[in-house]
């Protein structure tokens, strides 16, 4: 089954103890013909810690109603009408059945990529710039932790002629 509301629309609701209020669709369940509104249908749900350092209480939350309860509120004339279909081309828009303009969420436009000649043109940079990092690194030089021999025998030369006071 499908719904003549989708998630992110503004509704009316035309039933229940909500009655007159409106908001907008939170989510959709079309399996079961339900909806969750924002500020409608509240309904409190008593939560009990589960885990150590966590706290129970009680949370106010909008439960789902039946879709057949709320109508879609037209975002040009502000009205609540009920859903037209019109057939453009393969796709099936929805629109208003009062004053005729779509209840299509408008897509906002990405920003174009980047064409293969504006990479071509930037690839030569990069590649200057990687050239340039390769030769700034040079191989690291290896370095032991022990002193050879003969370099703790100086040191143990010099450290002794000057605690003595350099005596020949």
């Known amino acids: 089954m499908s719904l ?15 009655k007159g209020k409106t908001g ?4 959709c369940d079309p ?5 969750v509104v924002e500020g409608c249908n509240i309904i409190t749900k008593h939560q009990k810690p589960r885990r150590a350092g966590e ?4 949370n106010k939350l909008a439960g789902p109603v039946d879709a057949s ?4 509120i037209c975002p040009s004339c502000n009205k609540a009408t009920r859903v037209a279909h019109n057939v453009e081309g393969e796709k099936k828009l929805r629109v208003c059945n009062k004053c005729g303009a779509s209840l299509e969420p408008k897509k906002v436009e990405k920003k174009a990529k980047k064409s293969k000649t504006d990479k071509a043109e930037v690839a030569p940079a990069e590649e200057a710039k990687e050239k340039k990092t390769t030769a700034k690194k040079a191989p690291a030089k290896k370095t032991t ?16 002629t000057t605690q003595s006071g350099g005596e020949n």
């Open 4 to 18: 003549h509301v989708k998630k992110g629309d503004t509704v009316l609701m035309i039933a229940g103890k909500d």
């Open 24 to 27: 907008k669709v939170t989510s």
């Open 31 to 35: 399996v079961s013909g339900r909806v």
């Open 55 to 58: 706290t129970g209480g009680i």
């Open 69 to 72: 309860n709320v109508q879609i």
């Open 145 to 160: 932790a022990k002193k050879t021999v003969k370099e703790a025998e100086a040191t143990t030369e010099a450290t002794e």
